[in-house]
């Protein structure tokens, strides 16, 4: 066997068992080479490398049933981690994240206006020193954004909340950090966090749908985040909804976003005299009947955009996500109704409307998940490694 086919078998066995321990907990040895196919040797080699570079520990004994116990092998959560970064139009999130999804520290900078690109180029170095562990390494770090973003290049092409266009952010953080970087949708991350950490790991086949500042979705076809042809796929907030509508950021009209988004809530809150968004939530949960038809029309203009993706992908289930979150009991109802209303029939019978598991940390462990995504990546035979 040649070189190049050893290393690239070795690598692909390790992916095979880090898989594994990030999917279903920590295994014995045993189980590990039963579930991998990998021969008993082969297998202890393999853990012992993983071992000495940080990646995974002995965690534990298996319960004793008469013989010996067996002891556990799990991923390591304290010694190699990643940093999740999430843009928000006057606000930088940042976490360092295990490669289990557990965050162990978090950063933030807050901007009196809307941050421009130098400002967040110079925001996330900061944070990700701040962030920088005493012991143990960084195997990189991912950013979530708005908007249309291609994630081969990690240019933000078109961001309507941030205002920015063509952005090179990945490039302009590898120069900075000297750290592997990814740039992605923000959406499209949180939806690779629920797969792999959350509410996704029910399914094969969901669509994650975010409200907020923003209306967004993250599509997961047959396990896999799906990102289009240029990375454009999801932008549900951005379908016409009344092309005679108002004006929406993205310059059409009568887009999802001018309905389902806080820019409607906020609005809609002035008209009726609420000092603020908050002020109209607490009105509604007291019963008052303008604040929650509000709410009710909100839901039911989401789960209009939502029966689109229904219909089309016709997925198993829609997590629902994001900052009006906290409105769920107040604007729920009436999504649900209206996608069961308006979807095929046969298809909304099976669907399954659920809440994210890993609320608003989800915007960070996605793009943490982004960096880890390239160390679980499975080579393939034949191609790129």
């Keep these: 066997m040649l ?36 021969a008993p040797s082969a ?10 570079d940080g990646f995974v520990t002995e965690s534990g004994k298996t319960a004793s049933h008469g013989g010996r116990p067996a002891v556990l092998v799990g991923l390591d959560e304290r010694r190699v981690s990643s940093v999740g ?29 809307a941050i421009t690109p130098e400002e967040a180029v110079e925001g996330i170095v900061r944070l990700v020193k ?27 092409l078109f961001s309507p909340v941030l205002g920015w266009r063509n952005v090179p952010l990945r490039d302009a953080l590898r120069e900075r950090l000297r750290l592997p970087t990814w740039v992605e949708n923000d959406v499209n991350a949180l939806a690779l966090a629920e797969l792999w950490y959350g509410a996704g790991r029910a399914f094969r086949h969901f669509v994650v749908i ?29 379908v016409t909804i009344n092309p005679d509508g108002p004006t929406c950021r993205c310059r059409e009209r009568g887009c999802l976003e001018v309905y389902a988004s806080d820019r409607f809530l906020l609005e809609e809150a002035s008209r009726l005299g609420f000092a603020s968004l908050d002020a109209m939530m607490a009105a509604a949960r007291d019963g008052g009947a303008d ?31 994001g900052e009006r979150m906290d409105a769920a009991d107040l604007f729920l109802s ?24 890993l609320g608003e940390d989800g915007f960070l462990i996605g793009p943490a998940a982004l960096v880890a995504a390239d160390f679980f990546h499975v080579p393939a035979a034949g191609g790129a490694p």
Excluded at 291 to 320: Q, T
């Design 3 to 38: 070189k190049g086919d050893r290393e690239l078998m070795r690598r692909q066995n390790r992916a095979l068992v880090v898989n594994l321990l990030r999917a279903e907990g920590p295994r014995s040895r045993t189980e590990i080479a039963l579930r991998t196919g990998l």
């Design 210 to 238: 975010t409200v907020g500042e923003g209306v967004g979705a993250g599509v997961v076809i047959d396990g896999e985040v799906y990102r289009g042809a240029f990375g454009g796929a999801g932008e549900v907030g951005h």
């Design 334 to 357: 009436a999504f649900q109704e209206a996608v069961v209303r308006h979807s095929f029939p046969s298809l909304a019978d099976h669907l399954q409307v659920v809440p994210g598991a």
């Design 43 to 52: 297998l202890t080699r393999l853990v012992r490398e993983l071992l000495e």
């Design 85 to 113: 970064v999430k843009i928000e139009r006057q606000r930088i999130l940042a976490a360092r994240v295990s490669l289990t999804g557990t965050i162990s520290d978090r950063a933030e900078l807050s901007f009196a206006g």
């Design 130 to 156: 701040r962030l920088a562990p005493p012991h143990g390494r960084t195997l990189g770090v991912g950013v979530g954004v708005s908007g249309f973003v291609d994630p081969s290049s990690g240019v933000d």
């Design 291 to 321: 604040a929650r038809g509000v709410f009710s029309r909100m839901g039911a203009y989401l789960g209009l955009g939502a029966k689109d993706i229904v219909n089309l992908l016709n997925p198993e289930a829609i997590v629902l996500g």
